[in-house]
């Protein structure tokens, strides 16, 4: 059964991550763009982490027959530097054309300032200009008036809520979501926030409709196989295959297939490997043999 990870970083994860994904069944991922750590200074360094998303991370997959796909956005830590965040929301619109950005995100509130606010809201109308879903990430302080205020922004845009998914919820936020017709996705992590016994509850007690999950792997704690993890636990607790494939394949493959650039047809192709190809003259062979696999 193909599995789909809709929330990953995987420009913080190693080669390792992407073979052991694809041997757990994970056919494809969305990357979106977020913050690096360490505040950026330089709208240079977005243009240059916007290019890697669509290029050599996209190629790094590739290599070992994964499909990538990103979103784009200024985050909402960042977009509390105000003429950064200004000089960013410039060079947007151009990265949002490009083949494999399936949405704009992750956008939303951290701290619920007012620069989150209005970068949150212009870029809200952007996704709208574009025709491109919004991926938005809920804050992990104050949780409940993030989601509430999210909930409210979106409704103000005048956005379609089914071009919407609001991620990283919980018990207390899901409900808040289940009134809306937006899509609602699950980060799970190893050590803190969901976990696969609790999403297994939450899909018991709402069902699988529009329901997301994901691993939200970043250079933190995390784990990249937490999808396939989360078939395991639906499984042992008596989902349906129909039911497993509808919420870790079909919801979150057919939520981003609104962007036009992604779609059931091409993750159910088996994807072609080969290691022979270059990108901008590298590769990510280190002296092994290449693998071609058509
Ligand atoms: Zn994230």
Request: aromatic fraction near 10%.
């Amino acid at each position: 059964m193909p599995y789909f990870d809709p929330h990953i970083h995987m420009s913080s994860r190693t080669t390792d991550d992407y073979e052991n994904m694809v041997a757990a069944g994970i056919v494809g991922v969305v990357e979106p763009a977020f913050w690096q750590g360490q505040p950026r200074t330089h709208v240079g360094t977005f243009i240059d982490y916007f290019n890697t998303l669509i290029g050599w991370e996209r190629f790094r997959a590739s290599q070992f027959g994964m499909r990538h796909y990103c979103t784009m956005a200024i985050n909402p830590k960042e977009a509390n530097n105000v003429p950064l965040a200004e000089d960013v929301m410039k060079i947007l619109p151009r990265y949002c054309q490009k083949d494999g950005v399936v949405a704009v995100g992750e956008i939303g509130y951290d701290d619920i300032t007012p620069a989150e606010e209005r970068f949150f809201a212009e870029q809200l109308q952007l996704a709208k200009e574009m025709e491109l879903p919004v991926l938005i990430h809920t804050p992990h302080r104050d949780k409940k008036r993030g989601a509430e205020r999210s909930l409210a922004l979106v409704k103000e845009a005048g956005i379609g809520e089914e071009w919407v998914v609001v991620d990283h919820l919980t018990e207390q936020t899901l409900p808040l979501v289940l009134e809306t017709g937006c899509w609602r996705a699950h980060s799970l992590y190893p050590f803190t926030k969901m976990t696969e016994e609790r999403m297994v509850a939450l899909l018991q007690q709402y069902g699988t409709e529009k329901m997301i999950v994901n691993s939200a792997a970043d250079w933190g704690r995390s784990d990249p196989l937490k999808v396939a993890k989360m078939a395991e636990a639906m499984r042992a607790a008596g989902f349906s295959e129909a039911q497993i494939e509808q919420v870790l394949f079909y919801n979150p493959v057919n939520f981003y297939a609104q962007s036009g650039r992604i779609s059931v047809e091409e993750l159910l192709t088996p994807a072609r490997i080969d290691q022979t190809q270059l990108w901008e003259n590298n590769s990510v062979l280190r002296g092994q043999t290449p693998i071609v696999r058509q």
